[in-house]
């Protein structure tokens, strides 16, 4: 059964506001669901049907998690998703704090106003592949914790750690352990330019680029050159993905 | 003014049995129409506000596009993006025919069965960056003219040719010409491969992965490593576009 209250909770948390308010978000989908209930992330709740429930009861007895069984109908009714798959999963947003210097790894991506939730989940599950465990967002980037955010991360939501905070304060605390770089159009030619690890690249905003402030900071102005005369740019996913790989490649 | 049957026509485009049986698909917003304009693509007619055709007119004239004024009103009702940008074109699509074994260019990009529309938007964006000319989609792939792809492609449907053939057919015509590769979970590491120009390389489905009858057409399994213990996969996209960028490095 699902209740009014709680339908009007999955649902209020599509919004950022109440999301912030709560301290909640959703996370739908078996395999997702799946990787939550092993990450360190706390379950608030799991509306599932049955089925889903009868091959995950024990573990989550063990866990203490609180259960309650939908009908697909509900299913349909609480999912954001075209086609939901058998369970929906209410869990609490972790404390997120800078890591010191020492912790950051060698490896950091920084988002200067990401605005699209596919270019960040897509970006958080990249970083997962080439063993980043921060990532640091500048205040007006898209959040994390918004559903079609999570969904595309694919499960690295659990494990990449994003945090939201002004680029240049932790700028200002990797200054001479990381090199800063970041993807310009205008850049050198990331095949000539002297990229090193430890590295913190900053990706920008998908129209805009990144800010005049930021670009102030960054040591290293780098592009991935063009083989077309045609084509205007990259996705930023897919600048951020090729940057990482030339990072790990050369590292 | 937009009639009611301009409005159901260009409802209908939405869905892949219409734009098959009126050959016809829809680009939005300033840039996107833009670069429609000033490509080889057939404009069937264009629905904009009187702001936007009043710096427009001329040219609209000249190629004697058929342009109907319509309100901010009928801009939100026509439109599928959430803020509409201003105008909307309906465009023909073109005849698409595998292009002959000189024609394909180096670097040919095949997809087995991608199903996200970003996913395909985003590798014919990086394709036209890596001056690639042509992109071969098994017939299960993604419709290339669903309006989400059109948009992710940023314009560059308009310069990368897209066709919807057998793959299998494809490979044969490359075949002596062309090294066939694949991206895999278990291929051989990507900096160790003997990848070579010129190449077609095949990106297979976000969850199959290459099916078994692509697979035994591959002569070169590769893998972009991963530098995590953790993380599952890449984004089909990223992955493209890393391989692009490995072919387009090494040259």
Redesign the interface.
């Known amino acids: 059964m699902l209740s009014k209250n709680q339908l009007k909770l999955l649902h209020s948390l599509r919004l950022g506001k109440f999301r912030e308010q709560h301290q909640l978000f959703i996370v739908e989908g078996i395999k997702m669901v799946d990787e939550l209930i092993m990450s360190d992330f706390q379950v608030h709740t799991i509306y599932g049907l049955g089925d889903w429930y009868s091959s995950r009861s024990q573990k989550l007895t063990e866990r203490k998690i609180d259960f309650h069984e939908i009908s697909e109908d509900e299913l349909h009714k609480a999912s954001s998703l075209v086609t939901p798959n058998a369970v929906l999963a209410v869990a609490a947003i972790p404390d997120a704090s800078l890591p010191t210097k020492g912790k950051t790894g060698d490896l950091v991506i920084l988002l200067d106003q990401i605005q699209d939730p596919?270019n960040l989940g897509?970006i958080i599950?990249?970083a997962?592949?080439?063993?980043v465990r921060y990532i640091i967002c500048s205040p007006g980037t898209v959040d994390s914790y918004n559903p079609k955010v999570v969904q595309?991360t694919?499960?690295?939501i659990f494990?990449v750690k994003v945090i939201y905070h002004e680029l240049q304060d932790f700028i200002d605390t990797i200054a001479g352990t990381h090199q800063v770089a970041g993807a310009f159009l205008d850049g050198e030619d990331i095949?000539s330019a002297l990229i090193a690890l430890p590295a913190a690249v900053i990706i920008g905003n998908e129209s805009k680029g990144i800010s005049k402030e930021i670009d102030r900071l960054v040591q290293q102005r780098v592009r991935?050159p063009?083989?077309?005369v045609?084509?205007?740019?990259?996705?930023a996913?897919?600048?951020a993905?090729?940057l990482c790989?030339e990072y790990?490649?050369r590292g």
Do not use: K, P, Q
């Open positions: 596919g897509t599950r990249t997962d592949w080439f063993g595309a694919m499960g690295s494990r095949r991935i063009s083989f077309s045609t084509a205007e740019s990259l996705n996913s897919v600048a993905g090729i790989w790990r490649r």
